[in-house]
Nanobody
Framework: QVQLVESGGGSVQAGGSLRLSCVASGNTYSAYCMAWFRQGPVGEREGVAAIDSDGSTTYAESVKGRFTISRDNTKNTLYLQMDGLTPEDTAMYYC?????????????????????WGQGTQVTVS
Protein backbone atom coordinates (compact mmCIF):
# COMPACT_ATOMS: atom_id res chain seq x y z
CA GLN A 1 0.00 0.00 0.00
CA VAL A 2 1.22 3.46 -0.82
CA GLN A 3 2.52 5.73 1.94
CA LEU A 4 2.38 9.51 1.71
CA VAL A 5 4.69 12.11 3.24
CA GLU A 6 3.85 15.80 2.97
CA SER A 7 6.25 18.72 3.28
CA GLY A 8 6.49 22.41 2.46
CA GLY A 9 4.18 23.89 5.05
CA GLY A 10 5.13 26.89 7.12
CA SER A 11 4.21 30.40 8.13
CA VAL A 12 3.72 33.11 5.56
CA GLN A 13 2.23 36.58 5.40
CA ALA A 14 -1.02 37.24 3.59
CA GLY A 15 -0.45 37.52 -0.14
CA GLY A 16 2.50 35.18 -0.01
CA SER A 17 3.07 31.77 -1.59
CA LEU A 18 3.96 28.26 -0.54
CA ARG A 19 4.44 25.00 -2.42
CA LEU A 20 3.45 21.79 -0.73
CA SER A 21 4.86 18.44 -1.78
CA CYS A 22 3.64 14.92 -1.16
CA VAL A 23 5.96 12.03 -1.91
CA ALA A 24 4.35 8.63 -2.42
CA SER A 25 6.03 5.29 -1.98
CA GLY A 26 5.20 2.37 -4.25
CA ASN A 27 5.48 1.74 -7.95
CA THR A 28 1.91 2.35 -9.12
CA TYR A 29 1.82 6.06 -8.34
CA SER A 30 0.83 7.04 -11.85
CA ALA A 31 -2.43 5.11 -11.48
CA TYR A 32 -3.51 7.01 -8.41
CA CYS A 33 -6.09 9.70 -8.06
CA MET A 34 -4.39 12.23 -5.78
CA ALA A 35 -5.84 15.08 -3.78
CA TRP A 36 -5.18 17.74 -1.19
CA PHE A 37 -7.51 18.34 1.74
CA ARG A 38 -7.29 20.76 4.62
CA GLN A 39 -8.71 21.20 8.08
CA GLY A 40 -8.61 24.57 9.75
CA PRO A 41 -8.65 25.39 13.48
CA VAL A 42 -12.45 25.36 13.33
CA GLY A 43 -14.73 23.51 10.96
CA GLU A 44 -14.56 20.25 9.10
CA ARG A 45 -12.00 18.87 6.69
CA GLU A 46 -12.57 20.13 3.15
CA GLY A 47 -11.29 19.21 -0.26
CA VAL A 48 -8.86 21.64 -1.87
CA ALA A 49 -7.90 20.08 -5.21
CA ALA A 50 -7.62 16.74 -6.96
CA ILE A 51 -5.79 15.37 -9.97
CA ASP A 52 -6.53 12.09 -11.71
CA SER A 53 -4.18 9.69 -13.41
CA ASP A 54 -4.67 11.50 -16.74
CA GLY A 55 -3.77 14.86 -15.21
CA SER A 56 -7.27 16.32 -15.14
CA THR A 57 -7.78 18.64 -12.18
CA THR A 58 -10.59 19.76 -9.89
CA TYR A 59 -10.54 22.67 -7.45
CA ALA A 60 -12.63 23.94 -4.60
CA GLU A 61 -14.26 27.26 -5.47
CA SER A 62 -12.41 28.96 -2.62
CA VAL A 63 -8.99 28.26 -4.15
CA LYS A 64 -9.67 28.49 -7.90
CA GLY A 65 -7.26 30.88 -9.57
CA ARG A 66 -4.91 30.88 -6.58
CA PHE A 67 -3.87 27.24 -6.09
CA THR A 68 -2.46 24.82 -8.66
CA ILE A 69 -2.28 21.07 -8.21
CA SER A 70 0.21 19.08 -10.26
CA ARG A 71 2.03 15.78 -10.23
CA ASP A 72 5.38 14.45 -11.38
CA ASN A 73 5.00 10.73 -11.97
CA THR A 74 8.76 10.31 -12.48
CA LYS A 75 9.29 11.48 -8.90
CA ASN A 76 6.13 9.98 -7.37
CA THR A 77 5.35 13.47 -6.13
CA LEU A 78 2.21 15.55 -5.85
CA TYR A 79 2.41 19.33 -5.55
CA LEU A 80 0.16 22.15 -4.46
CA GLN A 81 1.32 25.62 -5.47
CA MET A 82 -0.49 28.14 -3.30
CA ASP A 83 -0.42 31.80 -4.28
CA GLY A 84 -2.29 34.78 -2.90
CA LEU A 85 -2.63 33.14 0.50
CA THR A 86 -5.08 34.59 3.00
CA PRO A 87 -5.57 33.92 6.72
CA GLU A 88 -8.59 31.79 5.74
CA ASP A 89 -6.15 29.33 4.15
CA THR A 90 -4.61 28.57 7.53
CA ALA A 91 -5.03 24.85 8.08
CA MET A 92 -3.39 21.47 8.28
CA TYR A 93 -3.04 20.25 4.71
CA TYR A 94 -3.30 16.55 3.94
CA CYS A 95 -2.38 14.57 0.88
CA UNK A 96 -4.62 11.65 -0.07
CA UNK A 97 -4.43 8.90 -2.66
CA UNK A 98 -6.35 5.97 -4.05
CA UNK A 99 -6.36 3.85 -7.17
CA UNK A 100 -9.47 5.10 -8.92
CA UNK A 101 -10.78 5.28 -12.43
CA UNK A 102 -10.58 8.79 -13.85
CA UNK A 103 -14.38 8.85 -13.81
CA UNK A 104 -14.34 8.14 -10.07
CA UNK A 105 -11.72 10.68 -9.03
CA UNK A 106 -14.02 13.71 -8.86
CA UNK A 107 -16.74 11.76 -7.08
CA UNK A 108 -14.35 10.44 -4.47
CA UNK A 109 -12.85 13.92 -4.04
CA UNK A 110 -16.30 15.33 -3.22
CA UNK A 111 -17.01 12.44 -0.86
CA UNK A 112 -13.48 12.44 0.62
CA UNK A 113 -13.31 8.77 -0.25
CA UNK A 114 -9.59 8.01 -0.28
CA UNK A 115 -7.90 4.96 1.17
CA UNK A 116 -4.55 6.48 2.04
CA TRP A 117 -3.78 9.71 3.86
CA GLY A 118 -0.61 11.49 4.87
CA GLN A 119 0.14 12.93 8.29
CA GLY A 120 -0.34 16.52 7.19
CA THR A 121 1.71 19.70 6.97
CA GLN A 122 0.71 22.92 8.73
CA VAL A 123 0.15 26.14 6.79
CA THR A 124 -0.27 29.36 8.77
CA VAL A 125 -1.08 32.67 7.09
CA SER A 126 -1.03 35.89 9.07
Amino acid sequence: QVQLVESGGGSVQAGGSLRLSCVASGNTYSAYCMAWFRQGPVGEREGVAAIDSDGSTTYAESVKGRFTISRDNTKNTLYLQMDGLTPEDTAMYYCAADVLLTTECDRNFLQQGFGTWGQGTQVTVS
